[in-house]
């Protein structure tokens, strides 16, 4: 069977270095080892409103960093969800599947509908668009977040059920979580996950943070008051976060890390957990800003739109000739 690989990064807020830990640098490290599909999940982000001129500058902004991170646009397929619209139909043949009951059990939909007086029912079915996104390409492999897990969980749920009842039609798909960096803790505090949507500015590091703020959150980061650079998330969660951050950046190992800052306080550990994370975001920044304006960026846009529609179709067509659907 083919490898394939299929992940993707909501536009709904600028990119932190936790989404880049979690989901963008296994794009990278990955791509060569699938065929791979990395798209932008732009129906994703109207669950919760969007401001038009800002869902489109960050829909354009995260696929230039995706390319800026090194994913190779001639060997991965890079596109937005909103150009395939067998995505949109897919879901509304998988939500025929989807119970409600398991919908809400999601702990996102939980976390994300929690005190508020009124939340669209995207927010509610938005799992079942995730399902369709990785079904469409028959995905095996997709790299989340620690939190995407449940999501990816649900989909192979919906893929089985689907199959049981229609024939085979999906891949049961498999989630990659990596060992370090896959949940990477706000600044401010360690029991939150780091979130684009958190207000407190300081709690994360944006990708395209210049590299004299990035200094100063990190010289602003909780820690406790042993001043020992120690890996312990039950008693030291503040720099346990800080080492995972410092380890997914730098590419060094923890134990190599404590080793490293033995017997120094927090402030050289600050300082240079910061250089090793302008090190890394340095070169990406530099290629967003030489692409973020080019025709060139539209023309790998437009590309990956006419490829992922191909495969797509495919598979959409599978599923509506399953389920009984008139096709010609
Ligand atoms: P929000 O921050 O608004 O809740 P999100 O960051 O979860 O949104 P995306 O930006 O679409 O949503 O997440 C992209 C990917 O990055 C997902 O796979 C997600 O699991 C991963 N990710 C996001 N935040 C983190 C984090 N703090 N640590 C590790 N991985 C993360
Ligand atoms: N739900 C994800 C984003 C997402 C995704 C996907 C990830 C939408 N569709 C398909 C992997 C595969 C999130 O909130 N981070």
Redesign the pocket.
Same mark, same amino acid.
């Given at each position: 069977m083919n490898k394939r690989m299929l *992940? +993707? /990064? %909501?536009p *709904?807020?600028d990119?932190?270095i936790? +989404?880049y @830990? +979690? @989901?963008l640098s296994q794009f990278v490290a990955n791509q060569h080892d699938y065929e791979c599909f990395f798209f932008i999940?732009d129906l994703?982000a109207i669950t919760v409103y969007q401001d038009p001129k800002e869902l489109h500058q960050r829909s354009r902004d995260l696929a230039a960093l995706y390319i800026a991170a090194g994913i190779d646009p001639n060997k991965a397929t890079i596109f937005l969800q909103s150009q395939v619209s067998a995505h949109a139909e897919l879901s509304w043949l998988l939500e025929s599947q989807a119970h409600f009951g398991e919908l809400s059990r999601m702990t $996102?939909f939980k976390d994300k509908s929690e005190g508020k007086d009124t939340v669209s029912s995207a927010l509610f079915t938005y799992p079942v668009l995730m399902a369709a996104d990785i079904l469409l390409y028959q995905a095996t492999h997709v790299?989340? +977040?620690?939190? $995407?897990k449940q999501h990816v969980e649900l989909t192979r749920d919906l893929a089985a059920r689907f199959n049981n009842k229609y024939g085979k039609t999906f891949v049961i798909p498999e989630p990659v979580i990596q060992e370090t960096?896959?949940? /990477?803790?706000g600044l401010d505090d360690p029991t939150n %996950?780091?979130? %684009? *949507?958190n207000p407190n500015q300081n709690s994360y590091v944006l990708l395209l943070d210049d590299p004299a703020v990035i200094r100063k959150k990190f010289s602003r980061a909780v820690t406790d008051s042993d001043m020992c650079v120690r890996y312990d998330w039950d008693t030291k969660p503040e720099v346990s976060n800080l080492i995972e951050i410092y380890s997914v950046f730098s590419g060094e190992s923890i134990p190599a890390i404590e080793k490293q800052y033995e017997g120094q306080g927090y402030g050289a550990f600050k300082k240079g957990l910061a250089e090793a994370v302008i090190a890394k975001l340095e070169p990406i920044q530099k290629t967003y800003h030489e692409i973020i304006n080019s025709k060139d960026l539209d023309d790998i846009l437009k590309d990956g739109a006419v490829r992922a529609n191909e495969a797509a179709q495919v598979t959409l067509q599978a599923a509506k000739r399953a389920m009984g659907f008139v096709t010609f």
């Open positions: *992940s +993707g /990064i %909501k *709904s807020g990119l932190n936790g +989404g @830990s +979690g @989901s999940p994703h $996102q790299p989340v +977040g620690d939190d $995407q960096g896959a949940r /990477i803790m %996950k780091m979130s %684009k *949507s």
